[in-house]
Structures are given as structure tokens and as C-alpha cells.
């Protein structure tokens, strides 16, 4: 009976042990999420800007580059809607850029 009783109590304390290694990763990460939850919301408003700024410059060079080059060169293609579309492709490659750049450091 005792012999039962040892190996009952050894089998909670091994079933204790795993569940406490499955657990406690994921409780430390929940914890340091909820430290860092403000700092998160900041970094992501960040991104908005990062992005807004990296597609509206090369889509705006695009169409002033545009325009300069129909004013000084006009032809039967419009040079503006090229390069503006040229610019918001460029743009959304460097937003994509920036955004797994920062998502693979944060």
C-alpha cells in the first residue's frame, strides 16, 4: 500500500513538472505583453505614420516629375499618371520594407 501510495505521489510531481514547463513560458509571455501593451500601441501609430510617409513622398515626386516633364515635353502620353503610378508602387515597396523591418526587430 505504501509502494502505491510512493508511486502515486511520484507520478503527481513528474505531471506537475511538464505542466509547470508547458505553462510558465506562456505565462511569461503573457505578463511581459501586458508591461509592454502601451509601448505596442505607440509603435504601431508609428508604423501608420512610417507608412503614410513612405507611400505619399514617391507618389508626390512622381507627380511633379510628371507634370515638369508634360510641361516641358508635351507628347500623347501623360508622364504625370505614369509616374504616379510609378510613385504609389515604389511607395508601397518601401512601406513593405519598413514594416517587416520593424515587425522582425520588435
Not at 510558465?24 to 504601431?44: A, G, S, Y
Not at 512610417?50 to 507611400?55: D, E, L, T
Not at 515635353?73 to 508622364?79: A, F, L
Request: charged content about 25%; some cysteine; overall charge positive.
Amino acid at each position: 500500500m505504501e509502494d502505491k501510495r510512493a508511486s502515486l505521489n511520484h507520478r503527481r510531481e513528474r505531471l506537475l513538472k511538464n505542466l509547470t514547463a508547458k505553462v510558465e513560458p506562456k505565462e511569461i509571455r503573457k505578463l511581459k505583453t501586458r508591461q509592454h501593451n502601451t509601448q505596442e500601441v505607440w509603435f504601431w501609430l508609428g508604423m501608420f505614420g512610417i507608412v503614410g510617409w513612405s507611400i505619399a513622398v514617391p507618389t508626390l515626386m512622381g507627380v511633379a516629375a510628371g507634370i515638369w516633364i508634360d510641361t516641358t515635353w508635351p507628347s500623347r502620353y501623360s508622364w504625370t499618371l505614369m509616374l504616379l503610378m510609378a510613385g504609389v508602387m515604389l511607395g508601397c515597396l518601401n512601406a513593405w520594407y519598413w514594416v517587416t523591418r520593424e515587425s522582425r526587430r520588435h
